[in-house]
């Protein structure tokens, strides 16, 4: 088998196991992602910040025995902070930002093996379920369909792994931004319980503890690896996340276990969703019930709309204190282009809010997490739809001539399209998109579970025994590597 027969066929895992055996080397792994970048990068404008030499010096200088040794690998141009990669965290503002130090989560992605050589693009500040920033010259298109989008905020990192140019791509998720581009681009996104995986030592919290790191991936084994490579706190965390029962790999191990699964056709509250949304949540009912699980039709006890309402002040806030810093530090005033019209209109919407009103905000989300808390009592995982719609055709939701608050809260906006993922930022518990369905003319759309705070593990296991059920790995999108 050739090397890229061998990619094609692998995931992350295998991938690790080939090079283990001595049958592949790394730098031939290297070669042929370099080689889909250059293929398949110009039509989906997902992968930036390029460092080839970083890459090939890793492989010269010995890579760290770890379980995913030698797979090419792309952190997400947001956060991950690493001295090697400098960053635009999706802004004008902030192109080639260098850090001093690295972040705990690229430090471990690193003693994991990974032979990381660039970036993948995300939307100004992380805001929004698609990718279509103005520092990137175009937006990120879906190899799906190049007219929609891949999602956000991590759609760069979903373009790049469902297109085959990488086996993983770390993401990130403070609303739904590792499950939204998985959902989009027919891939497996997992949001981890809070606090689970490091933030350090940049940011002690990310919007008020919604934000966390994670992975997009095509099989539910690189999640589990990746997890426990990362997963843990590092020096000074504020909270820590319940530990493991054991870890991420022994949760896919088979378990006869029947669970309580409530599952809901609508928005958590009541709107319809798309047609292809609801026969996905339907139809993994179906097939969750022939797996032996007690499945049950029931809408959680929350108030979501209030805790939307509040999440908008916090990212708004959010955004204020980002964009204010950088310009306070290098001391000149913001430049017209240098933001886009969300996070302009965010920053005077910030303006607006109170410390009191800011504190109510958090107040709101956390009371929240004890709804849904309350809830999971009655049932051990929740499944819906990912998304409310199909994947969205590009611009509909770029940042261009936008007003934040309309752009989050307006009819057929954000939250209108993306009703159920922010839920679990807010709850703090563990949640994940699968693929397992596509429509008709072959978008994919991902279907949605969530377990109580901690259950990590469960949820995991679950996803697996969902994978064995209803494979997935074997489809590719048409802009991918011939076969």
Same mark, same amino acid.
């Given at each position: ?194 606090? =689970? +995986? $490091?933030?350090?030592?940049?940011? &002690?919290?990310?919007? %008020?503890?919604?934000? #966390?790191? *994670?992975?997009? !991936? ?79 039709? =029931? +809408? $959680?006890?929350?108030?979501?709309? &209030?805790?939307?309402? %509040?999440?908008?002040? #916090?990212? *708004?806030?959010? !955004? ?100 159920? !993922? ?14 397992l369905h596509w429509t008709a003319d072959g978008l994919p759309v991902g279907v949605h579970l969530a377990a109580a705070y901690g259950r990590d593990e469960l949820l995991l296991g679950l996803c697996a025994r969902l994978e064995e059920a209803a494979p997935w790995f074997q489809r590719r999108p048409p802009v991918s590597m011939p076969r």
């Amino acid at each position: 088998m050739d090397v890229s027969e061998l990619y094609e066929t692998s995931d992350a895992v295998a991938l690790a196991d080939h090079v283990r055996r001595g049958e592949v080397h790394p730098a031939e792994l290297l070669d042929e992602a370099l080689r889909r970048v250059e293929a398949l990068n110009p039509r989906l404008n997902a992968v930036v910040m390029m460092r080839e030499g970083v890459a090939r010096r890793m492989i010269e200088e010995g890579l760290p025995d770890g379980p995913l040794k030698g797979v090419p690998f792309l952190l997400k141009d947001l956060g991950a902070e690493a001295i090697d990669f400098p960053g635009n965290n999706g802004s004008r503002l902030f192109a080639e930002t260098r850090y001093g130090k690295d972040s705990s989560i690229y430090a471990r992605l690193r003693a994991a093996g990974l032979v990381t050589f660039g970036r993948t693009t995300s939307p100004e500040g992380g805001v929004g379920p698609t990718t279509e920033a103005a520092v990137y010259g175009g937006p990120t298109r879906n190899p799906w369909n190049l007219e929609h989008t891949p999602g956000g905020s991590s759609g760069g990192a979903a373009a790049a792994v469902a297109a085959g140019i990488v086996p993983v791509a770390h993401g990130s998720d403070g609303g739904g931004s590792v499950r939204i581009p998985a959902s989009s681009c027919g891939l497996f996104g997992f949001k981890a319980t809070r606090a =689970r +995986l $490091p933030d350090g030592p940049y940011v &002690g919290e990310g919007w %008020a503890g919604m934000a #966390i790191d *994670g992975f997009l !991936t095509r099989t539910v084994r690189d999640t589990a690896v990746l997890l426990d490579a990362t997963q843990g706190p590092d020096l000074g965390a504020p909270y820590v996340a319940p530990p493991l029962e054991a870890s991420f790999a022994a949760a896919l191990a088979p378990s006869d276990r029947r669970l309580r699964v409530a599952f809901v056709t609508t928005t958590l509250t009541g709107e319809a969703i798309h047609p292809e949304c609801r026969s996905a949540v339907e139809a993994t009912a179906r097939l969750l019930e022939g797996m032996g699980h007690i499945v049950e039709e =029931r +809408l $959680p006890r929350a108030d979501t709309s &209030g805790m939307m309402a %509040a999440w908008t002040k #916090i990212v *708004g806030c959010g !955004t204020a204190l980002s964009v204010e810093s950088a310009v306070l530090r290098r001391g000149r005033p913001l430049a017209d282009d240098e933001i886009e019209s969300v996070a302009r209109t965010a920053i005077a919407y910030a303006r607006s809010i109170s410390g009191a009103d800011y504190l109510e905000a958090i107040n709101k989300v956390h009371a929240y997490g004890r709804e849904m808390a309350a809830f999971f009592e009655e049932c051990d995982v929740l499944l819906t739809a990912t998304l409310a719609e199909p994947p969205a055709r590009l611009g509909r939701f770029n940042h261009v001539g936008k007003d934040y608050v309309d752009y989050r809260m307006g009819p057929g906006m954000v939250f209108a399209y993306s009703p159920f !993922t922010a839920a679990f930022n807010a709850s703090g518990q563990p949640a994940a998109s699968l693929p397992l369905h596509w429509t008709a003319d072959g978008l994919p759309v991902g279907v949605h579970l969530a377990a109580a705070y901690g259950r990590d593990e469960l949820l995991l296991g679950l996803c697996a025994r969902l994978e064995e059920a209803a494979p997935w790995f074997q489809r590719r999108p048409p802009v991918s590597m011939p076969r």
